[in-house]
T-cell receptor
């Protein structure tokens, strides 16, 4: 158990819908990261937050957005869902978000778009 | 549930043998490298890391080797056990104007035969 929690574990929805994925980092970690893992793209970095502010942005679609709240939990919002958005979404956390910080991953949310 | 691609390269070893998993990374500016292990239905789990100013680092039963000349990383697992069966990812971290980016390789599936 990494100490990172994600809810829900599974999510099934329809195309065009909007969903919110939630992540709670390890106690004491200030930085949160979101990743997408799909069969054809592997693990892709989406976005990073540090203490409530966006720190780095990767291959995140404009339909996707995220935020980190004052209590340091984070939410990833996915809108206008398409079939290709079906994937595992992982959240990770680290102490300070530095380059050499170890990132600890949560168990993931499996999103299925029908 | 299965969490990674179905067409990963696979390494099959006998229990007790040593395993070597290889990875080619892409960015010569990368300064930090990590190996992660991902078991079915779980998030990636940190195994070992190495900075770019080192060429070898040892952990418990694992050794990471870095060859910057040919941009190659390897993970050696001594006395492989059934519990080592998983998908192994190398990851590289570098900084650009978008922030610190962690980029994952495609993964190798390790199967340990009892």
């Amino acid at each position: 158990d990494s100490g990172v929690t994600q809810t829900p574990k599974h999510l099934i929805t329809a195309t065009g819908q909007r969903v919110t994925l939630r992540c709670s980092p390890r106690s004491g970690d200030l930085s949160v990261y979101w990743y997408q893992q799909s069969l054809d793209q592997g693990l892709q970095f989406l976005i990073q937050y540090y203490n409530g502010e966006e720190r780095a942005k990767g291959n995140i679609l404009e339909r996707f957005s995220a935020q980190q709240f004052p209590d340091l939990h984070s939410e990833l919002n996915l809108s206008s869902l398409e079939l290709g958005d079906s994937a595992l979404y992982f959240c990770a956390s680290s102490v300070s978000g530095g380059v050499t910080d170890t990132q600890y991953f949560g168990p993931g949310t499996r999103l299925t778009v029908l | 549930g299965e969490s990674v691609g179905l067409h990963l390269p696979t390494l099959s070893v006998q229990e007790g043998d040593n395993s070597i998993i290889n990875c080619a990374y892409s960015n010569s500016a990368s300064d930090y490298f990590i190996w992660y292990k991902q078991e079915s239905g779980k998030g990636p789990q940190f195994i070992i890391d190495i900075r770019s100013n080192m060429d070898k680092r040892q952990g418990q039963r694992v050794t990471v080797l870095l060859n910057k000349t040919v941009k190659h990383l390897s993970l050696q697992i001594a006395a492989t056990q059934p519990g080592d069966s998983a998908v192994y990812f190398c990851a590289e971290t570098y900084s650009n104007n978008a922030g610190n980016m962690l980029t994952f390789g495609g993964g190798t599936r390790l199967m340990v035969k009892p």
